[in-house]
């Protein structure tokens, strides 16, 4: 049987009890082999698997039944409901911004002067450059998509969207923390487009652009 050497043990003993379990060394509604056997397999205490039991416990994977033992709940450890509860927050935000952002784009393409492009075409500029890091890519694009808002002139929009910002700037942050990715060059190339369709002035293709692209966002986390 595998032995423990590192530290934290309990943490290593639910480690090898999981992989075990996935192994197929016991069955869904199986019950585990009591504390004293356990400790001797890993060669832990009785009190270190008792924490391991009691993580995975946790967990959903097993389950202490009084008088009875332990038992196999599931085969593998259910989804980090953190990590569940952050896609979610993050699909929220992603809805607001195609509220707020396909609008704004179909009237930036109406209503932008010269300026906002030069502004738009700048920020875009920032967004290929940006320093390194998950946080300074979100600060990039968070600027090229206010710029279009602002060449929106619509204040209320541009106010939504300020309020907006520190909620859905620690959103992206989590989503290219779990994505682990930013979307390379061909993320580089829709924004593009959309700012050519800004300076086009085709607003049905600034608005398409812009709800196709939150929307391939949603999907990536689905």
Known sequence: MAQIHRTPLADQAADILRARIGAGEWQLGQK????????????????????????????????????????????????DWDAVLRRADIIAVIEARTAIETEAAALAATRRTASDLRLIRGALEGRRGHAPGVEAHVDADT????????????????????GFTPRLRQAMIDMLRLRADDGGQPDDDRHARLADAIASRDSVAAGAE?????????????
């Open 32 to 79: 585990l082999p009591g504390e004293t056997t356990l400790a001797a397999q890993l060669g832990v205490g009785r009190s270190t698997v008792r924490e391991a039991i009691r993580q995975l416990a946790g967990r959903g994977m097993l389950a202490t039944r009084q008088g009875s033992g332990v038992f196999v709940t599931a085969l593998e450890v259910p989804e």
């Open 143 to 162: 600027a090229f998509h206010r710029s279009i808002i602002a060449a929106a002139h619509n204040p209320i929009l541009l106010e939504l969207f300020d």
């Open 210 to 222: 812009s709800r196709s692209h939150l929307a391939d966002l949603a999907r990536a986390l689905s």
